[in-house]
């Protein structure tokens, strides 16, 4: 069983909290934390919302995303569902909600606070602007943002300016949720724990970088943003240009987190801007139409969302990162909806052997595989030698750490360990203004380039791995998707 340590008694508003991710995500984290004592019993959590509705019906509403059954669970279910308050309140401010708020938290100024918004972030500035209005912006105040910060760079700094009037940038949490994920965290364990691959981690010794968040859903119930986003803004901006930062930074000097931020600032800097010139080769634009996902037959992302949508639901760039460590190194990046299965994983290929006496080196190079999710774990690919009676034949095998089979103990959703960070101060899972800003600079290029009309949006059959052109992205340089569920 993981250690817990317990946070200091705290606040939480969540506003937006009859919406789908406070339901189905923040209301879930703070009752697990609160079943394994995590949370005292002094700490608030006061959910707000615009709707009007009595307490009690929010207390019903929330269960029904938890499903507390019967026995032990139950009892924890009933003790926490006793600490929901609701307040009905509007971002513009004019109704009894604020003063009921100011009322309820008046008096505690020096306790924790965190105010969570489950909103969309167009209304971000506008929340902040009544909390100052209202003298909520006490000294421990902490904001916590949801991504998307912004659809462009212009509008990001927007939002930050706007956010950045009412609190100081160390109490602003912006979140990347693949941040708090178990192994996500462990990518800088394993880079700056161990000894055995910083010596080969740079171009000398890796031949590309391949990441892949691939998803069997399509856009859901959520169709309405997703249409307006797409998977460059959705997924790329965001979850996959940090996945790559923590593959590519420096070691920072310590885990302090601007020292950590500095340098994941740093990988965003030093990414090669997308030549418009180059966009057909260098990025992959797809769109899922109709197909069959894990034996059920699904409609095309068109017919899902109603109209003929050019939003791409997936995404294959090929990035470089213009410094000593990875000069002539591509990172190959793909993200999906619909795709075969949901397979979040990072491949790091070796450079073959340079020199070849028993047959092993080309096509078997050394691969480190993390599995982000499912059946998370690390793989380590080797050429041995396949035992046997006489001749040599060599066998392509893994080194395998799996979670599941290692680890006898469940561990928390990401969600639950930001928020825990949340109430620590602590920022090195968050991502820092100027990394956003950075991340948008590098996007826009790409979606400039695509409103000057210069990269087609291809089709991919929904339950496949995309379209064809993303792996004839990689087959033009010799190289290959790596499927290491098939190794
Ligand atoms: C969100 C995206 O940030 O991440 C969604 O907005 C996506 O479109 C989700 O489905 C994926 O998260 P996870 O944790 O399921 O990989």
Redesign the pocket.
Known sequence: MAELVPVDPFDIIVFGATGDLALRKLIPALFHRWCDGQISEDSRIICASREEMEREAFQTLAATHINPGEGQRADRWREFAEKLDYLALDAAGNNSGWSKLADTLSGDAQKIRLYYLALPPSIYGQMCAALARHGLNSPRSRIVLE??IGSNFHTAREINDRVGAVFPEDGIFRI???LG?ETVQNLLILRFANHLFEPLWNSNGIDHVQVT?A?S?G?GQ?AD??DR?GALR??VQ??LLQLLCLVAMEPPASLDPDAVRTEKLKVLRALRRIDPHNIAQDVVRAQYHEGVVSGESVTGYSDEVGHDSRTETFVGIRAHIDNWRWAGVPFYLRTG?RMSA?R?EIIIQFKDIPHDIVGAGHNHPNRLVIR??PDEGVKLMLVTKDPGPGGLRLRYVPLNLSYAEHFDQGYPD?YERLLMAVVRGNLSLFMRRDEVETAWRWIDGIIDAWDQGQTQLYGYPAGTDGPTQSALMLAREDREWFDAHHS
Do not use: F, G, T, W
């Open positions: 991504k998307p990347d949720h693949y994920k968040v998803e859903l856009a959520r943003y997703y986003s959705d997924m965001n979850h909806k949901r979040s982000l999710q990401a």
